[in-house]
Structures are given as C-alpha cells and as structure tokens.
C-alpha cells in the first residue's frame, strides 16, 4: 500500500505528464524538495505501475505522454490541474472524520493538447494561434494571441490574453477553444501592459435598503460587515465575475431583496469596468 506522500507524488507525475506534456525528476525535486535519487524512483515506480503512459526523450531530457496514455491517478479534468495552479495543493495529506458533499457541477471540456500549448506559451511569452468560438460568433474564428493568466471566474475558467485582432487584453472561456492551438514566436506583450490586470478596484456592498432592519443585521452578520458594509478587492478586469460570483445585478431593480439579498453601492465609480463585452 502506498503512503500519502508516494501516492500524491504518483498524482503530480501524471497530472503534469498529462497537462503539461513532460515530466523530470526536476518537477519532483521542485515541487517536494526530495532527492534526485528519490524523484527518480518515483517516476520508475510511476512506469511500474503505468508502463505504457510514459516514455522516456533524450532530446527533452523528460518523459513524455504516450498516445496510449491511460490515467490512473488523475480524474482528466481541467479544472483539477487548474486547481493545483492556484492552490499547489489539491491532495490533503490529512483526512476529515466528518461526513460532507459537494455540488456536482458540470464538467467543461478542454483537451489537454490546448493546455500544453497555453502553459508554454504563458510560461515563454510567446504568441499563439488559435481557433475560437463564442456564443455571438459561434462559427470558428482565427485569432493570435498573447496569454498571461489563468483565471478561475468560479463555475469556468478563462485565459486572460491580449487580442492581436481586436487590440485589447481580453477573456477567453478555456472550453471555447477548437483544434490546436500553433505556438509562434516570442514577443514583448505581456502582463504589465494589461491596466485591466493592474487596476484595483473595491468593490462596496451593504445589505439591500428594501429588506428590514433586522434582515439587513442578517445580512452584516453573514458576511462579517463592518458598519453594515462589505469590502471586496479585485482586479478591474474582474470586477464583472465578481458581482456575478456575489449575485448582484446592477441592471435589473426588479429582483426581490430577498433574493438578491446585497447591492454595489459604489458602481458610478467602476462602472468602467462593468458590462464591458465579453468574447
């Protein structure tokens, strides 16, 4: 029986074999400050027990994902390599006693060959074309650009990129991408040219005016409001996901404050950065 700590290097060697398209006692040394000596092994032990997912390429000094690659250690959705981005932790090496669930949200489909192509190019800074689609253009679309984040907006992911067609740093839906992408060359667009990246905004909300006092002290309570406000810092290009994450329209009065539940009290003063049109 494997330990905690073999078991979740065995995970990282695939999640990183899978979704990145290469893996080297490096990555292991890196990631868990263990011996060459030892990292090797486990990528051996790794080869025991998936013998035809991964074989070894002088010229990349790596092992590489076999087209007979089999998973059995990772789930083949995005969204866990994703979550290990941003966390760099998805495995706890404690377990809890007490019973949960979570929601079963649906899955978004996003080939691995289109991640491996977006982390080397966030990772060179290099341009990358792509084919792409939206619900207002829903027919293919060629377009070359420049990625720099990934950005988890809740229930999707997108890719912050700069635009070459439309000139703008600009959000793309992962499961949006079609075919595989072409890495071209490097360039000098990247992140610090993004305002949208850099700008801070605070975004200032209170309980809704219409619920009663005491609905409203509900509502401070919940979200552990100072004065009857809450204060949520974001980067301006998120400020749209943002709201939607809190559930709060700033468009439709109509909405019951029940259901609502907060309002922006300060949206003259990003409005900027809301509704701006989405890709």
């Known amino acids: 029986m494997l330990s905690i700590n073999q078991d979740k290097r065995l995970w990282f060697i695939e999640l990183i074999a899978w979704w990145e398209g290469r893996i080297s006692a490096s990555h292991l040394i890196r990631q868990f400050a263990i011996s060459r000596t030892q990292a090797q092994q486990d990528i051996q032990h790794y080869r025991q027990r998936a013998p035809n997912n991964l074989m070894y390429h002088a010229s990349y000094k790596s092992y590489l994902p076999q087209s007979s690659f089999i ?6 959705d995005v969204v866990e390599y994703l979550n290990w981005i941003s966390h760099q932790d998805s495995i706890s090496d404690v377990s809890t006693a007490l019973p949960y669930t979570t929601l079963a949200l649906p899955t978004r489909q996003v080939s691995a060959d289109i991640i491996r192509v977006l982390v080397t190019a966030i990772r060179q800074q290099r ?77 200032i909300f209170t309980p809704d005016p219409r619920l009663s006092p005491q609905q409203q002290d509900v509502i401070a309570h919940d979200y552990q409001m100072q004065n009857k406000q809450l204060r949520l810092n974001t980067r301006a290009c998120l400020a749209q996901y943002l709201l939607q994450e809190m559930q709060v329209n700033t468009r439709d009065i109509a909405i019951s404050p029940e259901a609502q539940q907060l309002v922006l009290t300060n949206a003259e003063a990003i409005k900027l950065w809301l509704f701006e049109e989405k890709s």
Request: proline share 4%; net charge positive; hydrophobic share 35%.
């Open 71 to 76: 998973s059995q250690f990772i789930n083949g």
């Open 127 to 203: 341009r990358v074309e792509v084919d792409y689609v939206s619900v207002a253009n829903p027919d293919r679309q060629g377009r070359i650009i420049v990625p720099h984040h990934f950005v988890s907006t809740g229930l999707r992911w997108h890719l912050r990129a700069f635009c070459e067609k439309s000139q703008q740093y600009r959000d793309f839906v992962l499961s949006r991408f079609r075919g595989i992408p072409d890495l071209l060359n490097k360039t000098d667009i990247n992140a610090q040219q993004d305002s949208g990246w850099h700008t801070q905004l605070t975004l």
